[in-house]
């Protein structure tokens, strides 16, 4: 049961956005901008690095609803997803993608031990500071949504299918706050 | 030096947002309706959370802006309150409400699932309102954001107290924005 009254019949981060309309929309804001903005981290790459990101802190809500994103972005290739989330390293991705990843787990971890050794890591397989900006922003965001949603306690739905059509939502419309009441 | 090339004369949070102002945009909006309100809690009580969380993170650069905005509005003009909030906030003469609730922000920095109900319920015996709780974890969520996104980059904090203390007047006028330097224009 959540640590406050939420509006009923919201999951997750959608019940916290119609309790407070206003910083919903700067969050919702936030996500839009940085997983379906422009940039050269494709769409289906970002919402990797946050269910990455939302399962390194075990939050079940976040991790579920943005790995449904990405395997719907992923198509074919939405294995890479499950893949990630049990060991990067071994991961069916570009090295690129790897050397963001071990980024994001350092901001997860504690950002200062984002070394330069490992920014160069990502240099010298193509990242850019667009990219590597993205990567350790991505992290750090879900460092914040995944505490706001446990650490209230909000309803996490526990059927892995109610997150399939979530992710869909996420990955093809985008990041709307809910319309409440 | 910082990770990433970003302009000149903008330290800590303020170089990466002047890189991404489509990013720095909704994180300012976050930052504003959050912080700069008094309803419930007061902008000194929302600003000396966001400054204990960030030092628990041991973000410099965050606890020195946010604890210098702290004591702008708190008349803590020697920053004496703020370290001692730092240092171990049960020693301090805040209200046990803001005890509570900063007991709550303490478990958040260290992940969602650490908040307890004893926590909230105690909270709430010292009068603690929902709207109150909710802020308190979002405050302490989005200070997780904030830090990690400062050096996670390799920001530069400057060492100069006037420099924080110049921002600090200059947000509680204006809010939070990605406008603006750090330090005063020369006349």
Redesign the interface.
């Known amino acids: 049961m959540p640590?406050?009254?939420l509006p009923e019949g919201f999951p997750g981060i959608r019940s916290?956005a119609a309790?407070?309309p206003?910083?919903g929309?700067?969050?919702y804001?936030?996500a839009e901008?940085?997983l379906r903005?422009?940039s050269s981290l494709s769409q289906a790459d970002a919402e990797l690095i946050a269910a990455f990101t939302s399962s390194q802190?075990?939050?079940t809500f976040c991790t579920c609803s943005h790995a449904a994103a990405a395997r719907y972005l992923f198509g074919t290739d939405k294995e890479i997803v499950d893949a990630v989330m049990a060991d990067y390293q071994t991961a069916p991705v570009s090295e690129k993608m790897k050397t963001l990843l071990a980024?994001a787990q350092?901001?997860q971890q504690d950002?200062?031990t984002?070394s330069?050794e490992i920014?160069a890591n990502a240099r010298l397989v193509g990242a850019t500071?667009r990219e590597?900006?993205?990567t350790?922003?991505i992290?750090?965001?879900f460092?914040?949504?995944?505490?706001?949603?446990?650490?209230?306690?909000t309803l996490t739905p526990t059927d892995p299918g109610a997150y399939e059509p979530m992710g869909e939502r996420m990955a093809t419309l985008g990041y709307v706050p809910p319309k409440y009441p | 030096m910082p990770h990433i090339q970003v302009p000149e004369n903008a330290p800590g949070i303020l170089g990466p947002m002047k890189f991404s102002p489509q990013t720095a945009e909704p994180m300012n909006a976050l930052a504003n309706a959050l912080l700069q309100t008094d309803e419930g809690l007061s902008r000194g009580e929302r600003e000396l959370i966001a400054t204990y969380v960030s030092s628990q993170n041991e973000c410099v650069f965050c606890q020195t802006i946010h604890g210098a905005v702290a004591s702008a509005y708190l008349g803590d003009e020697d920053w004496s309150l703020v370290k001692a909030v730092k240092e171990d906030y049960e020693q301090t003469p805040l209200t046990n409400k803001m005890k509570a609730l900063l007991a709550i922000a303490g478990s958040v920095q260290k992940g969602g699932k650490n908040v307890t109900s004893e926590q909230v319920e105690a909270a709430r015996h010292e009068g603690a309102t929902d709207k109150d709780i909710h802020d308190t974890v979002l405050i302490a969520a989005a200070f997780c954001m904030f830090n990690r996104y400062v050096d996670g980059l390799a920001t530069v904090a400057p060492s100069d107290p006037n420099i924080y203390r110049y921002r600090a007047a200059r947000i509680t006028q204006k809010g939070y924005s990605a406008e603006g330097e750090y330090t005063p224009q020369a006349t």
């Open positions: 640590h406050i009254s916290l309790y407070r206003d910083t929309a700067a969050l804001a936030l901008a940085l903005g422009d802190n075990d939050c980024i350092c901001v950002a200062r984002v330069d920014v500071d590597i900006h993205d350790v922003l992290a750090a965001t460092c914040m949504f995944n505490r706001y949603v446990d650490g209230l306690a």
